[in-house]
């Protein structure tokens, strides 16, 4: 019998380095067979260094560069295949760097990508549906061009690169994921996402009684186009983040979809959240919160 694949899967971790130390560290002890790492990578905020040179020091390389190559070095044959995508706030101009990585071969960059990985399918998918907050990047509109109360419209805010007019007025998440998964069976298909699937407990936002112009806003925040496609789909695994205080609001951070287990590793504390499950069996998957040094 094939020996079963331990997995680790976090989110949102903002730069914190205290999370990233607490991170390496189980790496290190527990050696997973893979890392997942579901997007907003970078400290949240509305400026951002521009590069001018593959050479220069970036925010990239400097929170996860230098770890991952240590990690390889000291764990040689046992380094984890690590899957990583970008999030809402991380701003692309510093996706080079994370295909640096990704060239270097220290992790898959899997935005909008399929990689095969013992026997099973990873897709990856980093856009979220439109935000209040300004970034653009990584947002895009969901089934249609609604934005809901109190959003900024990914036509508007601001932009680290330049993108296709014609592109931000039209493409949605759910073409992207039409695209991306096409007719691929998905039985043992792992997805990666940053946004959670709409009207679950991974997607409850903190929104109870707010109202924007007399209008409700919907507590529930999460991808329209994500959940349908868990739906129709079923894909074997999802793994979710963006919502940082669903799992406080709601008690949940695992939920059954069907066939599908979808599982958020966002949280609203200075711990990590460390989703560990292994593969075929994703019955004992458990979330830890570990604590980090203060201060770090």
């Known amino acids: 019998m094939t020996a079963p694949l331990r997995c680790f899967f976090v989110s949102d971790l903002h730069g914190a380095t205290a999370r990233l130390d607490a991170l390496w560290s189980a790496v290190s002890i527990e050696r997973p067979d893979a890392v997942f790492i579901g997007g907003d990578l970078l400290p949240s905020s509305r400026f951002w260094p521009q590069p001018s040179g593959p050479d220069d020091r970036d925010p990239i390389s400097g929170l996860f560069g230098g770890s991952l190559q240590a990690l ?10 690590v899957f990583a995508i970008m999030g809402n706030d991380d701003p692309r101009v510093h ?9 270097a071969g220290l ?16 897709f990856g998918y980093a856009r979220v549906p439109p ?5 653009k990047d990584g947002e895009g509109y969901d089934v249609s061009r609604y934005v809901d109360p109190g959003c900024v419209s990914p036509e508007e805010g601001l932009r680290s690169v330049p993108a296709d007019p014609h592109e931000v007025r039209w493409a949605t998440i759910q073409q992207d994921l039409d695209a991306l998964v096409g007719d691929e069976d998905l039985d043992q298909a792992i997805c990666l996402f940053h946004a959670p699937p709409y009207d679950t407990g ?3 936002a ?10 409700p806003l919907d ?3 999460g991808s329209v186009a994500i959940r349908r496609m868990i739906d129709a789909r079923q894909p074997l695994l999802t793994l979710h983040g963006h919502i940082h205080e669903s799992a406080r609001i709601t008690g949940v951070w695992r939920q059954r979809l069907g066939r599908t287990v979808a599982v958020s590793a966002a949280h609203d504390g200075p711990e990590l959240a460390l989703v560990r499950f292994e593969l075929p ?15 770090a």
């Open 72 to 81: 390889r070095a000291c764990l040689g044959a046992a380094y984890p295949r």
């Open 281 to 295: 069996d994703l019955s004992s998957a458990a979330r830890e919160l570990l604590a980090v040094c203060a201060g």
């Open 107 to 122: 992790w898959d960059y899997v935005d909008q990508r399929r990689v095969e990985w013992e026997g099973y399918s990873v």
């Open 202 to 204: 991974l997607d409850r």
């Open 206 to 215: 903190a929104l109870d009684g707010r109202t924007v112009d007399h209008a």
């Open 131 to 135: 935000t209040p907050f300004l970034l």
């Open 219 to 221: 507590v529930h925040v």
């Open 95 to 103: 996706e080079p760097a994370v295909q640096r990585l990704a060239d």
